[in-house]
């Protein structure tokens, strides 16, 4: 049983690298064709989540008619398409000689600095852009950083992620057991790196997003108060063709220089999920709006019986 497990798993991660090999060799011209090909098929054929989608942009977007929505659904799925493409492209054509031909930076002197203190930082994004990319370039600057991801079931694939990951220094810690890991990384100065847009069930930090509420982890701030480290929102996004990105360091703070305007948990997530969301507005078909973000499973206090007459 394990055997034939294995075999399954080595045969998927062929197709992969196959489907690698593949758009590796296309211009990048008839990729961006093939993109919007299957965001079509994706969106006005199979429908593919298709509830989830328009639920999430008619909460985010209520002025948008069901036409502009339907619009930004294939466009989701054109860019969800191309981030694949650009992964697999980057590592062959991005390097530390010819970044500035792909990446434009903005606003990124404040993390530069923080990173050159002998302090650890936290940084926050979240699935949208390309954050692989992102990632990728920080180690190719200089900067490595430490990364919390499940481990996928299939080990080949996994390998083959952490292997582009850790091309320039995005070292991999598991999201399940790898606690000590974080602290360790924290403890000794180094930079953690965290996608905050994800679902943290009914015992998160419960703030606003896109208007509704939304269940956040509360570690990633309480480790930036805990360690006393600076914490900056980031992403990079894409601009108007393939393989050519915005790094964007959308703003940063420092818990010893707030003066208590965000010093909880709460104010501190509520703060950098606020920024990304103000991100996410300027860009929003490259957010990832097929995942359930606002999901509620808290369980609803029964109603309390009026007393009889």
């Known amino acids: 049983m394990v055997r034939r497990r294995l075999l399954l798993d080595y045969l998927t991660y062929a197709v992969v690298r196959l489907f690698i090999c593949i758009v590796q060799a296309i211009r990048l011209e008839t990729g961006v064709a093939v993109a919007g090909l299957f965001a079509w098929l994706a969106c006005d054929v199979l429908r593919l989540r298709g509830e989830v989608v328009d639920e999430n942009l008619r909460h985010a977007f209520p002025h948008l008619d069901e036409r502009r929505r339907r619009q930004m659904t294939r466009e989701m799925w054109r860019h969800l398409v191309l981030l694949l493409m650009e992964v697999a492209h980057v590592p062959r054509k991005v390097h530390c000689t010819n970044w500035r031909k792909f990446v434009r930076l903005r606003n990124v002197e404040p993390l530069m600095q923080a990173f050159l203190k002998n302090r650890p930082v936290v940084v926050v994004t979240g699935h949208f852009g390309n954050f692989e990319v992102g990632g990728y370039m920080l180690g190719l600057l200089g900067f490595p950083?430490?990364?919390?991801?499940?481990?996928?079931?299939?080990?080949?694939?996994?390998?083959?992620?952490?292997?582009?990951?850790g091309a320039t220094g995005q070292h991999i810690i598991p999201k399940v057991g790898g606690f000590e890991q974080i602290l360790e990384v924290l403890n000794g100065g180094g930079t953690m790196a965290f996608l905050a847009d994800q679902a943290a069930g009914p015992k998160g930090c419960w703030i606003d997003f896109f208007g509704r509420p939304?269940?956040?982890?509360?570690?990633?701030?309480?480790?930036?108060?805990?360690?006393?480290?600076?914490?900056?929102?980031?992403?990079?996004?894409?601009?108007?063709?393939?393989m050519h990105f915005e790094m964007v360091v959308s703003d940063l703070i420092d818990p010893r220089d707030t003066d208590g305007q965000v010093g909880t948990v709460k104010e501190l997530t509520q703060w950098y999920t606020h920024k990304l969301e103000e991100a996410i507005r300027e860009t929003p078909e490259q957010y990832w709006w097929v995942h359930r973000r606002w999901k509620d499973t808290r369980k609803k206090k029964p109603a309390a019986h009026k007393a009889a007459a």
């Not at 982890?217 to 992403?235: R, S, T, W």
């Open 145 to 165: 950083t430490h990364t919390v991801a499940r481990t996928l079931d299939n080990p080949y694939l996994n390998d083959f992620l952490e292997r582009f990951r």
């Open 214 to 242: 939304a269940s956040t982890y509360k570690a990633i701030a309480l480790l930036a108060l805990e360690h006393d480290a600076p914490i900056a929102v980031c992403y990079a996004r894409r601009l108007e063709r393939p």
